[in-house]
DNA sequence: TTCCGAACCTGACAATTGTCATAGAATCCC
DNA sequence: GGGATTCTATGACAATTGTCAGGTTCGGAA
């Protein structure tokens, strides 16, 4: 494993590659690398930040817990991504948890490392702004599709989204396994709905299952779903 | 009025407070000033923008349209925010509406004014993130009510929200006057289901009407309501 | 004023979704 | 390996919400 920022491939795909050679190198003496076993959580709500998380590895779900005990699952955040950020920056405690739902390898980066850079280095605060511009703009998708679609619209949406977002493996499933649970709090429905439409589905040929794992049988029909047909 | 962004008291509010002198005075030589009526749009969904609007007054809607026609209102924007930066930052078209629900003046700032300062004054461009940083936690946060409360639920917190941000007037009544369209608009769902709760809202003596005109009268249950009482 | 259209309101009904109860299947831990 | 626990699944029912179909009221324009 790379343990050097300056070498880490991850760096592409995030913000830290508009860090100058200086700046990575101070990241790279101070950061932690972690390994975070599936169902542990990196932080909790509420927490108050020291730093972000580098995913190099893994998969984390991006959490809010309800006033009716039930989470809702904002984001799911892979490889290359960098979590904690909007805390940090806003110096306010964290409005989500967030909870691994594979193992995961991680590096924490001191909050220091980065509120520096972000002084200094306006190319660095641009492309963090970038990204969160993006973020912002997916977060607005979710309130419209969540509000506008049915919960069946959703799930098909959702299944989408994870083969897209995250592949399928050797036999066609989904590389990405979530709980039923999972499921229903990332498109925001009660757990035995989702079970429910899964079944539907399954039934009509849309999808199969082995287990936990589900796998897209015919994508043009779940597309036609989500719009509408 | 005052038309020097340099002596323009609104910029107090927003992320112009961190530009320097010399920023400032090229943003106010190119900002041209408009007058919005209520009802009309500053841009609509899928517009690519050539700058920013700074709001002087009035407040506008900032809505997406979704496959069954129905616009989804993601926030209302007030004086001092500037609209429109998403897009500019991410050089994408915009993903948004903004419809003006009274009457406004904006400023349109030239997105050259703001795109170069990005790239030359890091706590601009700071600024700038620490208030994306807020918006997408307000996204967030919405996300979760919209998914796991009931309308009821919603449209209650809609009341308190107006008023807390928006004030009332000498009556007492909600100081911003929203159509039952788009109070619906707001919380996610069907007007005749948001004019029925309104009714029974006044029943139940939490709330007075006059016309459009709404007026809070047991605060206290509203949010006992809101928390699920 | 009077008319017209838009906004508001209400009822009846259907569809969607959530809740509770229960049971089988899978998984974990000793 | 066996028992406990968690996850998946399904039925029955209730509650919520949306849709359609009609009204009424309001506000602006002729």
Known sequence: MES?????????????????????????????TKSIKKGDALFEEGDKLNGVYC???????????SANG????????????????????????????????????VCFIPKESITNTLQKNPNFTLEVLRHM????????????N???KTVKQR???????????????EEGFLALTLSREDISNVVG???????????????????HTSGKKIGIKNERKLMEMVEGF
């Open 4 to 32: 050097r920022c300056e070498n880490c491939i991850i760096r592409q795909f995030n913000s830290l590659r508009a860090m100058s050679k200086e700046e990575l190198k101070s990241v790279s003496d101070s950061k932690i």
């Open 155 to 169: 799930i098909a949406e959702a299944f989408l989204y994870l083969k897209n977002n995250f592949g399928e493996d």
């Open 146 to 148: 969540i509000s506008q």
């Open 70 to 105: 039930k989470d809702q699952i904002v984001k799911l955040a892979t490889k290359g991504e960098v979590l904690g950020q909007r805390s940090v920056i806003a110096e306010e405690s964290t409005n989500l948890s967030a909870i691994a739902v594979q193992d995961m390898e």
């Open 55 to 65: 995913v190099r590895n893994g998969i984390s779900k991006l959490s809010k817990l």
């Open 189 to 207: 429905t009660a757990t035995e709905s989702a079970i429910r439409i899964i079944s539907e589905f399954k039934k009509k040929g849309l999808i």
């Open 133 to 144: 511009a993006h973020d912002l703009k997916e977060a607005d998708d979710v309130i419209v």
